[in-house]
């Protein structure tokens, strides 16, 4: 009976050590490399996940790519603080009205633009938190002096 318990230990023990090491793996993976993180978490339908790796891919990179990345993502997700955070950072970016026009034209013959379409989530978004201030002021940055087209 003793040798039973000295092999229950040691396979838990060893399973316990398997399991650790890939919690710390995981973890390692997601502070250094996070965009990759963000695509894996994304791809297995952890989109909240998915949001805060491409936010800390952002932070690093400064890359518009992953703000858009993360806005886009938490606006599948129909999460508001998110939409309007990642949004709020999205819209800051330097390279935005660059990267909306990019979006705008790989998408075709559509109604209304890309940038359009943020500041309307983002907008949307503040409101449904009840920011409606907030909401406003989004809405008329995104149209300027006058109302667009859509």
Sequence with gaps: ME?????????????????????????TLTFVFPSTMMKIT??????????????????RTQDEYYIAFATEVAIGADDDEEIAECGDLFIADEQFSEYCAARTAELGDVEGTYEQYVYGQVSVAK?????????????????????PKN
């Design 127 to 147: 409101y449904r938190l009840g920011d409606k201030t907030g909401a406003v002021e989004t809405a008329f940055a995104g149209i300027g002096e006058s109302f």
């Design 3 to 27: 040798v039973d318990k000295v092999i229950l230990r040691a396979v838990l023990s060893t399973l316990a050590a398997i399991a650790g090491l890939i919690l710390f793996m995981i973890l």
């Design 42 to 59: 994304y791809d297995l339908g952890m989109d909240s996940a998915s949001v805060s790796n491409a936010k800390r891919a952002y932070s």
